[in-house]
T-cell receptor, first 111, second 115 residues
Framework: QQKVQQSPESLIVPEGGMASLNCTFS?????YFWWYRQHSGEGPKALM?????GDKKEGRFTAHLNKASLYVSLHIKDSQPSDSALYFCAVSANSGTYQRFGTGTKLQVVP | EAAVTQSPRNKVAVTGGKVTLSCNQT?????MYWYRQDTGHGLRLIHY???????EKGDIPDGYKASRPSQENFSLILELATPSQTSVYFC??????????????FGHGTKLSVL
């Protein structure tokens, strides 16, 4: 069964700094990767997806994927206090199959 | 923005009792999912559905049943609730398609305490 692990468990970065979140997965057939963000008291919301090896940038967020290394990461540039949340990576093998979520990284951005 | 509504928001149940968690979506999505969230485990899939009348087992289905009577509604049923089922439950919907259609839309969650 697919295992999705995230590190670190928690992360504190200063406002304006760079936050780097890591995710490893075990199934080499994995094709589709999502990052979700969950603010306290809410459900997770999709941030961005990445399906091809390399980098994908959306505003302050950059996702990086290396399928051969079974690794995906999320980098948040110019972090804001509003970025403080729980971040999940989600992985699925094929389009239409269900997503398995990682264990989560709690990000705190301090002024 | 796609809408997924869960009810109730909070529920306290007794051990051995029956609990039904409800979910409604107005996105006209084919797929619906029930996850539970526990510290240290992230989100784990309990049951899912590809459309009205269908239910499938996820990774942790034991002790849970699901029902999808219509495109819009998906319920999670705990026939005999146990304290180990104390958790936060999230319902999600998603389109069956390519690329961005794989995005999941989550409800606000139901906090269940089984005493």
């Amino acid at each position: 069964q697919q295992k999705v692990q995230q590190s670190p468990e928690s992360l504190i970065v200063p406002e304006g700094g760079m936050a780097s979140l890591n995710c490893t997965f075990s199934d080499r057939n994995s094709q589709y990767f999502w990052w979700y963000r969950q603010h306290s008291g809410e459900g997770p919301k999709a941030l961005m997806s990445i399906f091809s090896n390399g980098d994908k940038k959306e505003g302050r967020f950059t996702a990086h994927l290396n399928k051969a290394s079974l690794y995906v990461s999320l980098h948040i540039k110019d972090s804001q206090p509003s970025d403080s949340a729980l971040y999940f990576c989600a992985v699925s093998a094929n389009s239409g199959t269900y997503q398995r979520f990682g264990t989560g990284t709690k990000l705190q951005v301090v002024p | 923005e796609a809408a997924v509504t869960q009810s109730p928001r909070n529920k306290v149940a007794v051990t051995g009792g029956k609990v039904t968690l409800s979910c409604n979506q107005t996105n006209n999505h084919n797929n619906m999912y029930w996850y539970r969230q526990d510290t240290g485990h992230g989100l784990r899939l309990i049951h899912y559905s590809y459309g009205a009348g269908s239910t499938e087992k996820g990774d942790i289905p034991d002790g849970y049943k699901a029902s999808r009577p219509s495109q819009e509604n998906f319920s999670l049923i705990l026939e005999l609730a146990t304290p180990s089922q104390t958790s936060v439950y999230f319902c999600a919907s998603g389109g069956l398609g390519q690329g961005a259609d794989e995005r999941l839309f989550f409800g606000h969650g139901t906090k269940l305490s089984v005493l």
